[in-house]
């Protein structure tokens, strides 16, 4: 019964998500990627929509956590490398709670709706977990990757450093 309510109004739900989603980055940022449709113009609005979605129709499913995962991969990927703090990264994933229930409003108050909901929410907070997971992951690839950068470069440092005092040495 939810499920089908929910499904009715997924665009909507859709719409309040991403915009939600978006508020995490600075103003300017979040209004192009609103405004900008093409993939490859706005790489971040998109894979958010496109993920949104996925993930969406997994939780309204009862999907797998392989298909949560591939709701949640792009986006998480992304806020990985933006620094962005853990909490404000997989934020988002929490605020499809309050979408919902706002979209909603007083058809909560139905029979039976309130035990499925709270079931919805309890995959919800899965998801969270899954994004956590992957957040995680991608932090550590992205600090491995930097710290390889380092050391391919620490020997061309040194060398440079070293020749610059052997010319500054008199004689």
Not at 80 to 95: D, E, N, W
Not at 97 to 111: N, S, T, W, Y
Not at 144 to 152: G, Q, S, Y
């Amino acid at each position: 019964m939810l499920r089908d309510e929910l499904k009715r109004r997924t665009d909507r739900i859709l719409g309040r998500w991403v915009e939600d989603s978006l508020a995490a980055y600075p103003a300017e940022a979040s209004a192009a990627w609103t405004r900008e449709r093409d993939p490859f113009a706005n790489p971040v609005g998109h894979s958010l929509r496109v993920g949104t979605q996925v993930l969406l129709e997994a939780l309204l499913d009862g999907a797998d956590a392989e298909a949560t995962k591939r709701g949640l991969d792009e986006i998480v990927r992304i806020r990985a490398v933006q620094q962005m703090s853990p909490s404000v990264a997989i934020g988002f994933v929490f605020r499809l709670k309050h979408v919902i229930r706002a979209e909603l409003g007083e058809a909560l108050d139905g029979p039976g709706l309130r035990a499925e909901l709270t079931e919805l929410e309890a995959r919800i907070d899965a998801a969270a977990l899954v994004a956590f997971d992957l957040f995680v992951e991608y932090r550590e690839r992205v600090t491995t990757l930097r710290i390889n950068e380092l050391k391919k470069n620490i020997p061309w440092v040194v060398t440079r450093t070293n020749r610059a005092v052997v010319e500054r040495e008199p004689g």
